[in-house]
């Protein structure tokens, strides 16, 4: 790559392609070489192709976005962000189903398929396996016994059927995943006896008979006659999550923090994924969870951490220095879900957040303030307004961590504006106090309703 130093017109010019194979250098009347030109060829060709891009994603947008994801499959944070996008086009992203799922991500009616390649543990000869036995003359599998008795139990492994299990690939079979793990030993130990059975020509006497009858009460010799395990308690929705993420790279089925992200969009805009592209030395504000804490001891003998911030469009690693350690470090803990204030940092073209602050999203507050159009449109109650929320921001300002949020408008027609940073107060009850002697309608509200 050449590094530009200077730059002087030299008007029209004839240009001579010079037909260098790695760049675009083009040979000028006078000799010299202008390096990396983009002719008009070039030029048409990048814009028709971002039209096709652009219409298939306007007009076929289940099938572009689940093509954008395959083709960027291994790359986990592009991933992630595109999950986000299909969320904000209203696309749901399933997780894995062993009856319907392809290799990679399939449109399925308005909703995304994961594939069963995306699942940790499950190798190509698993994967083959099942999409074999799945298109045969069985059928659909029918249950997790009706699953190990059909495939090859070499190449689909307790390992893989483990990781099946807990991505909710077999949700569709039996919902509750504690209950098919517990039965999962069962099983195999049952699968693997009928296998040996019918290697050696030894079929099961029910099976080669059909059954007792026609009464569907008596068992059959087939899946049904598997053992179960007694009845257990799935597992608690944490836990389902976790272990999706683990297995999947992602959050699929939920995220802790869809519950929030309305709400979120009001008190902190800033996504994750769009941290790269804001300023330095600016305050920002993010709903987040930790990903992943590792605690740290400086020479002195200060705590602090470094953390990796997560949210619906994407991820990040943070610090948090030991002086905001001291203040927070009770919520510096993994999968923690906080309202977070920092600072971007850029180190080797890396993004840092430097958290200054942090809050339970559990115990975020923001104070909200209702208003008539034509109250909102006058000057002086705006001047009237702005002067009660300063008198509300204690002796130091830059503490004040309540946003203000105003609500303009009536029932069928409201429009919600978030005051800037200079705005915020720090205790939202006494705000809410000086506001309603100021006349103005105001209530402090909390981010999770209880």
């Known amino acids: ?12 010019q004839p240009v001579y392609d010079i037909g260098v194979a790695t760049d675009h250098n083009f040979l000028l009347a006078d000799g010299l070489v202008a390096s990396n030109c983009f002719n008009k060829s070039h030029s048409t060709a990048y814009g028709f192709v971002t039209f096709q891009t652009a219409y298939l994603k306007a007009h076929y947008p289940v099938e572009y976005m689940a093509a954008l994801l395959t083709a960027n499959s291994g790359d986990q944070d592009k991933v992630q962000s595109y999950i986000a996008n299909c969320i904000a086009m209203g696309i749901d992203v399933l997780p894995p189903n062993v009856n319907k799922s392809q290799v990679d991500f399939t449109p399925e009616g308005k909703c995304i398929l994961f594939g069963l390649s995306a699942v940790r543990n499950v190798g190509q000869g698993a994967i083959e396996c099942i999409l074999a036995e799945r298109e045969a003359e069985g059928g659909p599998f029918k249950s997790l016994a009706d699953l190990c008795d059909r495939v090859d139990l070499h190449a689909v492994n307790r390992r893989a059927l483990e990781a099946l299990i807990l991505c909710g690939a077999l949700d569709t079979l039996e919902s509750n995943r504690n209950q098919l793990m517990q039965d999962l030993d069962l099983v195999l130990d049952w699968a693997q006896g009928r296998a040996k059975d019918r290697a050696v020509g030894q079929g099961n006497l029910l099976d080669m008979l059909g059954g007792f009858g026609s009464d569907d009460s008596a068992p059959s010799g087939g899946f049904e006659s598997a053992p179960k395990a007694p009845s257990v308690a799935d597992f608690d929705p944490q836990e389902k999550l976790k272990q999706e993420k683990e297995l999947l790279g992602f959050y699929i089925s939920d995220h802790p923090l869809k519950s929030v992200q309305k709400s979120a969009r009001i008190l902190a805009p800033i996504s994750l994924g769009d941290l790269g592209s804001q300023p330095d030395n600016v305050t920002l504000s993010a709903i987040a969870m930790l990903a992943q804490v590792k605690p740290v001891v400086t020479k002195k003998g200060d705590r602090m951490a470094i953390v990796v911030l997560e949210d619906l ?16 470090g009770q919520y510096i803990q993994t999968d923690a879900r906080l309202m977070v204030w920092g600072k971007c940092d850029r180190r080797d073209d890396q993004v840092q957040f430097i958290v200054d602050d942090a809050e339970p999203i559990e115990a975020v507050r923001m104070v909200m303030v209702e208003l008539d159009p034509r109250v909102a449109s006058d000057i002086e ?27 303009i408008g009536a029932k069928h027609q409201r429009q919600i504006v978030r005051l800037g940073a200079q705005f915020r107060v720090k205790d939202p009850d006494a705000a809410v106090a000086a506001l309603a ?12 309703p209880a």
Not at 437 to 447: E, G, I, N, V, Y
């Open 381 to 407: 109650q705006q001047h009237r307004l702005r002067n009660v929320i300063r008198t509300s921001q204690g002796d130091n300002p830059a503490q004040a961590r309540v946003p203000v949020v105003v609500v």
């Open 313 to 328: 469009t994407g991820s990040v690693e943070g610090v948090v220095f030991p002086r905001s350690y001291e203040r927070i």
């Open 1 to 12: 790559m050449v590094k530009v130093v200077s730059r002087q017109s030299l008007g029209v």
């Open 437 to 448: 002697q100021a006349k103005f309608k105001a209530t402090a509200t909390p981010l999770i």
